[in-house]
């Protein structure tokens, strides 16, 4: 079965950039989607089809995909960004859905 | 606003059955197709399964830790999707999420989720 490998943590100060990625076997030739997921709250979808936000996503998260990564870069990163993201493909050959490990950002 | 709301969590025993419930609003349920996930403490998101919309046959598929042991069903009339669960063991213990499952441009995307529900299985 297909498999997505990302970091298990990625550590930023204020204001700095972080960049998130999500390694798979020639998944340039996939969609690849984002999901944050904070304690407690419902994950949220924040980066579709490798580059489409979603409209009440801020302009400072975007999304890029080529070869065997994905990358989630978030620009201008702020305590509210600390959360764990996961990137997600649909491997049609077996009809399953498939998830990175996830990824913790910690604000510094 | 669309929301999705799980229910039906709780303490079971091994070896028992459980079933959730996810009651969708501010959307046609029957357009959609409605997936589980879950999240075991300390781990990441792992894909349970989902059902098709009646249009596209109302079908289902399931991630390998599960199939044989739950089922997914829906209720267009009453907006709601259920996951049934058999055969519980430890390691079935997580948050249950159900999110709307869109399929477009040949991929499929959760692009609402609720907040889950605790499933707890212990003796």
């Known amino acids: 079965s297909y498999v997505l490998t990302q970091p298990p943590s990625v550590s930023v100060a204020p204001g700095k950039t972080a960049r998130i990625t999500c390694e798979g076997n020639n998944v340039g030739s996939l969609s690849v989607h984002w999901y944050q997921h904070q304690p407690g709250q419902a994950p949220v979808l924040v980066m579709s089809?490798?580059?489409d936000r979603p409209s009440e996503i801020p302009e400072r998260i975007s999304g890029s995909n080529s070869g065997n990564t994905a990358t989630l870069t978030i620009s201008g990163v702020e305590a509210g960004d600390e959360a764990d993201y996961y990137c997600q493909v649909w491997d049609r050959s077996s009809d399953q859905v498939v998830f990175g490990g996830g990824t913790k950002l910690t604000v510094l | 606003e669309v929301q999705l709301v799980e229910s039906g969590g709780g303490l079971v025993q091994p070896g028992r059955s459980l079933r959730l419930s996810c009651a969708v609003f501010?959307?046609?349920?029957?357009?959609?197709?409605l997936t589980w996930v879950r999240q075991a403490p300390g781990k990441g998101l792992e894909w349970v399964g989902f059902?098709?919309?009646?249009?596209?046959?109302?079908?289902?598929e399931y991630g390998a830790s599960v199939k044989g042991r739950f089922t997914i069903s829906r209720d267009d009339s009453k907006g709601i999707a259920y996951l049934r669960m058999s055969s519980l063991k430890i390691e079935d213990t997580a948050v249950y999420y159900c999110?709307?499952?869109?399929?477009?441009?040949?991929?499929?995307?959760?692009?609402?989720w609720g907040r889950g529900t605790l499933v707890t299985v212990s003796s």
């Open positions: 089809f490798d580059s």
């Open positions: 501010e959307f046609t349920f029957a357009d959609y197709a």
């Open positions: 999110a709307r499952f869109r399929q477009l441009s040949g991929t499929f995307l959760l692009d609402y």
């Open positions: 059902v098709r919309n009646k249009r596209s046959g109302g079908t289902t």
